[in-house]
């Protein structure tokens, strides 16, 4: 039997019961759509994790108070250890360990900020001058906060763009103003451009005051939230990491590295923190998806049972002039083929869509990979393989002449 | 050139054993005319099927053009029948949403010919079977009856084979286009030279034919030419 054939033969049996053909294809186009779509969001999501993250500053190596390291997770110490660093470890890690770029010790809180009717809750931090160069932050209207701002513990504040949106209306202008934070004036000397990180935690939403300043009126001591440390190059982050450690351990008179009261992370275990997060919600939301995908096939199946019950008469007719067992598994086969095949070409298609949509309207970010391409055609060919290989055996095996009799 | 040598069948249930042929010998040459009469439960469904290789023999030997068909496998009997044998049946069989043409070209997708020498091929039958041309592209549930057996008898002689198996051809037809459909197959033996085996329980159709096997109960009973032969 020729391939032309076997597709001419394909074509006419397909379309002899167009609606069935229709019906069953859908169940195809739902199952491998939404499995395009749902990896597309998976790995959407990891595209804008890992970016956020790379945008948080390059060679950045972050030492967190109150954390015990574990084996791939974190579990914190409690709330009482939780500020176990202080603004001298800063300054011994920047004075003791070389291939250090700068050292921009912060502190964080939330509180709630006034002015003239509004007022916001937002992120509040205390930073160095060195900080803005160290985590990638950009300045777009006045300045940042100065060594000069840090020395004086001056009362000054640099918001971001979404704060000062919150605080003073969209794109105003209010340096020179003042804005109370805990009930103390500040004055506005800077606006932060934007830079666009949405979901998990916007990087626009918060307002950023010397450290000086912060640890002095907000915190009322010396402690500090978070130790950034910039390392000259990809290559030392590793060696100054374990410097750092064993400095804050000896300094915190610590013996045992499992009780450290600190915790150290570089981006790149943040990243491959957070890629592992968002692979598992790729798996889960396409195996929920795959489940449909399931379900479509055994439309398949289902339909060409009944197919091969009704054209039973055929194939014995078929096999009387001369058919062998193998071209007629193959024609049913080829059906099968046939439409989980176009059911995947139009769920592509449809997945494709669908993931637009949601990064227009839903505001999440997809990414369709050639990936996820190549696998929605590869499983819908596997499943019509799958699925029809039952009735195309079945329908191979009649026998001629009960076949001819069948009513 | 058909030859039956002893030919058996032997049907088991799981109590009881019936012998749908028993001990059948008979010889058909090429170019005969022959009707395989019976009634029904006389054999000659099943010696119809081991005939035209849909089946084999429990025991005995049935040689086709020198062939021993009743030792071949599954495959083997398909590409017997692909080349060799013209089925026509009582219900016609014909695929009911394909056109004249394509149904009277099926057997040949199974074989490796072109598609125009395909086409040219059906046409050829079909006018010989006296079909209408205006029929070629009509839908084969579309046509009556007669017209249907006579597209079935196209499809039998498309792949140009020795013997053409006709069971109870006009056992669904009325007299009338009955007779056409018998006077097509004498058409085909007397002048094209295809040879023809009828099988019926009819003695009318029998007639038609110039040589008549009877069977009853699995025996041949009677085995004689058919002088009334209107030819």
Same mark, same amino acid.
């Given at each position: 039997?020729?391939?032309?054939?076997?597709?001419? !033969?394909?074509?006419?049996?397909?379309?002899?019961?167009?609606?069935?053909?229709?019906?069953?294809?859908?169940?195809?186009?739902?199952?491998? @759509?939404?499995?395009?779509?749902?990896?597309?969001?998976?790995?959407?999501? =990891?595209?804008?994790?890992?970016?956020?993250?790379?945008?948080?500053?390059?060679?950045?190596?972050?030492?967190?108070?109150?954390?015990?390291?574990?084996?791939?997770?974190?579990?914190?110490?409690?709330?009482?250890?939780?500020?176990?660093?202080?603004?001298?470890?800063?300054?011994?890690? &920047?004075?003791?360990? #070389?291939?250090?770029?700068?050292?921009?010790?912060?502190?964080?809180?939330?509180?709630?900020?006034?002015?003239?009717?509004?007022?916001?809750?937002?992120?509040?931090?205390?930073?160095?001058?060195?900080?803005?160069?160290?985590?990638?932050?950009?300045?777009?209207?006045?300045?940042?906060?100065?060594?000069?701002?840090?020395?004086? $513990?001056?009362?000054?504040?640099?918001?971001?763009?979404?704060?000062?949106?919150?605080?003073?209306?969209?794109?105003?202008?209010?340096?020179?103003?003042?804005?109370?934070?805990?009930?103390?004036?500040?004055?506005?000397?800077?606006?932060?451009?934007?830079?666009?990180?949405?979901?998990?935690?916007?990087?626009?939403?918060?307002?950023?005051?010397?450290?000086?300043?912060?640890?002095?009126?907000?915190? #009322?001591?010396?402690?500090?939230?978070?130790?950034?440390?910039?390392?000259?190059?990809?290559?030392?982050?590793?060696?100054?990491?374990?410097?750092?450690?064993?400095?804050?351990?000896?300094?915190?008179?610590?013996?045992?590295?499992?009780?450290?009261?600190?915790?150290?992370?570089?981006?790149?275990?943040?990243?491959?923190?957070?890629?592992?997060?968002?692979?598992?919600?790729?798996?889960?939301?396409?195996?929920?998806? @795959?489940?449909?995908?399931?379900?479509?096939?055994? &439309?398949?199946?289902?339909?060409?049972?009944?197919?091969?019950?009704?054209?039973?008469?055929?194939?014995?007719?078929?096999?009387?002039? @001369?058919?062998?067992?193998?071209?007629?598994?193959?024609?049913?086969?080829?059906?099968?083929?046939?439409?989980?095949?176009? #059911?995947?070409?139009?769920?592509?298609?449809?997945?494709?869509?669908?993931?637009?949509?949601?990064?227009?309207? #839903?505001?999440?970010?997809?990414?369709?990979?050639?990936?996820?391409?190549?696998?929605?055609?590869?499983?819908?060919?596997?499943?019509?393989?799958?699925?029809?290989?039952?009735?195309?055996?079945?329908?191979?095996?009649?026998?001629?002449?009960?076949?001819?009799?069948?009513? | 050139?058909? !030859?039956? =040598?002893?030919?058996? =069948?032997?049907?088991?249930?799981?109590?009881?054993?019936?012998?749908?042929?028993?001990?059948?010998?008979?010889?058909?040459?090429?170019? !005969?005319?022959?009707?395989?009469?019976?009634?029904?439960?006389?054999?000659?469904?099943?010696?119809?099927?081991?005939?035209?290789?849909?089946?084999?023999?429990?025991?005995?030997?049935?040689?086709?053009?020198?062939?021993?068909?009743?030792?071949?496998?599954?495959?083997?009997?398909?590409?017997?029948?692909?080349?060799?044998? @013209?089925?026509?049946?009582?219900?016609?069989?014909?695929?009911?949403?394909?056109?004249?043409?394509?149904?009277?070209?099926?057997?040949?997708?199974?074989?490796?010919?072109?598609?125009?020498?395909?086409?040219?091929?059906?046409?050829?039958?079909?006018?010989?079977?006296?079909?209408?041309?205006?029929?070629?592209?009509?839908?084969?549930?579309?046509?009556?009856?007669?017209?249907?057996?006579?597209?079935?008898?196209?499809?039998?002689?498309?792949?140009? /084979? $020795?013997?053409?198996?006709?069971?109870? /051809?006009?056992?669904?037809?009325?007299?009338?286009?009955?007779?056409?459909?018998?006077?097509?197959?004498?058409?085909?033996?007397?002048? +094209?030279?295809?040879?023809?085996?009828?099988?019926?329980?009819?003695? !009318?159709?029998?007639?038609?034919?110039?040589?008549?096997?009877?069977?009853?109960?699995?025996?041949?009973?009677?085995?004689?030419?058919?002088?009334?032969? +209107?030819?």
């Amino acid at each position: 039997m020729k391939t032309s054939d076997l597709f001419e !033969e394909t074509y006419s049996a397909l379309m002899a019961n167009k609606s069935r053909s229709f019906l069953t294809i859908l169940g195809i186009v739902i199952g491998i @759509g939404s499995v395009i779509a749902m990896i597309s969001i998976g790995q959407g999501a =990891k595209g804008t994790i890992e970016s956020s993250i790379e945008s948080l500053g390059s060679n950045l190596i972050m030492i967190t108070p109150g954390f015990q390291r574990g084996a791939g997770f974190q579990v914190s110490s409690g709330r009482g250890s939780a500020q176990t660093l202080t603004s001298e470890d800063a300054d011994a890690i &920047g004075q003791e360990i #070389g291939s250090i770029k700068a050292v921009a010790p912060e502190f964080d809180g939330r509180y709630q900020v006034t002015t003239k009717g509004t007022n916001t809750n937002t992120q509040i931090i205390g930073a160095t001058a060195v900080y803005a160069d160290v985590r990638n932050i950009e300045i777009d209207q006045g300045a940042f906060v100065s060594d000069q701002n840090v020395q004086n $513990s001056s009362k000054v504040a640099v918001l971001g763009p979404t704060t000062r949106d919150d605080l003073f209306g969209e794109s105003s202008n209010p340096i020179g103003q003042t804005v109370r934070i805990k009930g103390m004036e500040f004055k506005v000397i800077g606006i932060l451009k934007a830079k666009g990180g949405t979901g998990f935690g916007s990087q626009d939403d918060r307002i950023f005051i010397p450290l000086s300043t912060a640890q002095r009126f907000l915190a #009322g001591n010396e402690r500090v939230s978070t130790i950034n440390v910039q390392a000259i190059d990809q290559n030392s982050m590793a060696m100054v990491q374990e410097q750092i450690s064993s400095l804050l351990l000896n300094r915190h008179k610590i013996s045992d590295p499992q009780l450290a009261d600190f915790s150290i992370m570089n981006q790149a275990d943040i990243i491959s923190s957070a890629s592992s997060i968002t692979n598992t919600l790729s798996i889960l939301l396409g195996s929920i998806a @795959g489940i449909s995908l399931v379900v479509g096939g055994i &439309g398949i199946m289902n339909m060409m049972l009944t197919t091969v019950t009704e054209r039973t008469r055929e194939v014995g007719l078929r096999k009387a002039i @001369g058919a062998k067992k193998k071209d007629i598994s193959t024609q049913f086969l080829t059906e099968a083929v046939m439409l989980t095949f176009i #059911g995947g070409v139009i769920g592509v298609f449809v997945g494709w869509l669908f993931s637009l949509a949601i990064s227009k309207f #839903g505001g999440i970010n997809t990414s369709i990979s050639l990936f996820s391409v190549i696998l929605g055609f590869g499983v819908s060919a596997i499943i019509g393989i799958v699925f029809g290989y039952y009735p195309a055996r079945r329908a191979a095996k009649l026998n001629p002449i009960e076949a001819l009799r069948y009513e | 050139m058909i !030859e039956c =040598k002893n030919i058996t =069948k032997t049907y088991k249930s799981e109590t009881v054993e019936t012998n749908a042929l028993k001990n059948v010998s008979f010889t058909i040459k090429d170019g !005969e005319f022959v009707a395989i009469m019976g009634p029904s439960g006389s054999g000659k469904s099943t010696l119809m099927h081991i005939l035209g290789a849909l089946d084999t023999p429990t025991s005995g030997e049935y040689f086709f053009d020198g062939k021993n068909v009743s030792e071949l496998s599954e495959d083997e009997l398909a590409d017997v029948r692909r080349d060799k044998i @013209g089925f026509v049946f009582q219900s016609f069989n014909l695929l009911p949403r394909a056109t004249v043409l394509r149904n009277v070209m099926l057997p040949l997708v199974y074989s490796d010919i072109s598609k125009n020498e395909r086409e040219n091929f059906a046409k050829t039958v079909l006018i010989n079977v006296g079909l209408n041309e205006a029929r070629f592209y009509h839908l084969s549930n579309q046509l009556s009856g007669g017209e249907m057996q006579r597209v079935a008898i196209a499809r039998a002689l498309v792949n140009n /084979p $020795s013997l053409i198996l006709a069971d109870e /051809p006009t056992g669904n037809l009325d007299t009338k286009t009955g007779e056409i459909v018998l006077n097509t197959f004498e058409i085909l033996n007397k002048e +094209k030279h295809h040879t023809v085996i009828l099988i019926t329980h009819e003695r !009318e159709v029998a007639e038609h034919a110039d040589r008549i096997i009877r069977l009853r109960d699995g025996e041949i009973v009677e085995d004689i030419i058919n002088g009334k032969n +209107k030819h």
